[in-house]
């Protein structure tokens, strides 16, 4: 994780905290005020303290009140003091920062993360993605991370997201469709207008559609290992293609179909040819519940 630290966060207001802490207020008006042994008479005095954005220039004596004087540029008072001198504006905005208040005679500098950054532990981290199977709660913001939960129950994250929140799983029998595979908390429920294969071979365009669905239905959740047996049944005898690497799931998925489509293009009967190799693949569960979900009557 790359990391930039953020620089110049000294507490500003702590001397003049300190300063105002120990100021004795004067009754009369609601300037604070602060006691002062005048230098030539020795007798104590109560000064009016400066206002924010200025400085002390003198303290006050006998005839006179306590002079002050604005802040020179790039320095600054937040509170009233009497200060001989007004802070230097010493915050400066780091590479993954922002400014949020410039600074003024008033205040320093202020910074915060920029957009998708979080304050932590002196440095702005990018906020974290919710892993698939998991939502968004609640956003990041500049002070923190974004907030992931696991997906309830009927919900679902197809992907690594810093917004998204957990979707609902589209409710197939709402819109007229039956579910094909149910969701998970990682992907979402796959609908199919196809009922199973005796009905819809009644229907134009049925078949299409029922082979989309057995496919969608054999390849779900599928090991790589089984996925791998799958595949050398259907390729049958003769020089097998190198086995792709774990990583290559998709792939292999993708190459898999292509080979279905392509017997489908030949004899018409993927049905029946995918029951044969997932025997043969020694798949009995998963050839079990293709036949109850699309063969009912064989
Ligand atoms: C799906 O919709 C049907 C009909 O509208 C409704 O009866 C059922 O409760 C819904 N299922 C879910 C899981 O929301
Ligand atoms: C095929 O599906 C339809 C709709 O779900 C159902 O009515 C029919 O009984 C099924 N066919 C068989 C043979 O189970």
């Known amino acids: 994780m790359k990391v930039t630290e953020k620089t110049g966060q000294a507490p500003s207001w702590a001397l003049p905290a300190l300063l105002l802490a120990l100021v004795v207020r004067g009754a009369a008006t609601d300037a604070p005020t602060f006691p002062w042994r005048d230098a030539e008479t020795r007798e104590w005095l109560v000064c009016g303290q400066c206002p924010p954005g200025t400085f002390m220039l003198r303290p006050c004596s006998r005839g006179s009140p306590t002079a002050c004087r604005a802040c020179p540029p790039r320095h600054y008072t937040e509170f009233w003091n009497y200060l001989e001198r007004c802070r230097y504006c010493n915050v400066i905005c780091g590479e993954r920062e922002e400014e949020v208040r410039p600074c003024t005679s008033a205040h320093n500098r202020a910074c915060r993360c920029q957009p998708g950054f979080f304050a932590h532990a002196g440095f702005c981290l990018e906020h974290a993605q919710c892993p698939p199977g998991a939502g968004v709660v609640a956003p990041g913001t500049p002070s923190q991370n974004t907030q992931c939960q696991p997906c309830p129950l009927g ?25 094909n595979v149910a969701g998970s908390s990682f992907h979402d429920a ?30 779900q959740d599928i090991s790589f290992k089984r996925l791998l047996r799958l595949q050398q049944a259907l390729a049958g005898p003769g020089p097998r293609p190198p086995p792709p690497r774990e990583e290559g799931r998709a792939a292999l998925q993708l190459q898999l179909r292509q080979q279905l489509a392509e017997l489908d293009a030949r004899d018409g009967a993927l049905g029946a040819r995918l029951l044969l190799a997932l025997r043969d693949a020694r798949l009995a569960g998963l050839e079990r519940s293709v036949r109850t979900r699309f063969f009912p009557a064989r």
Not at 161 to 174: F, G, I, V
Not at 191 to 216: H, I, Q, Y
Request: aromatic share 8%.
């Open 155 to 179: 919900t679902f994250s197809a992907g690594s997201s810093s917004s998204e929140r957990c979707q609902p799983h589209r409710n197939c029998t709402a819109l007229g469709l039956t579910l």
């Open 190 to 219: 796959l609908c199919t207008s196809c009922p199973n294969f005796s009905l819809s071979t009644l229907e134009p365009g049925g078949t299409r559609e029922c082979e989309r669905a057995l496919l969608d239905f054999v390849f």
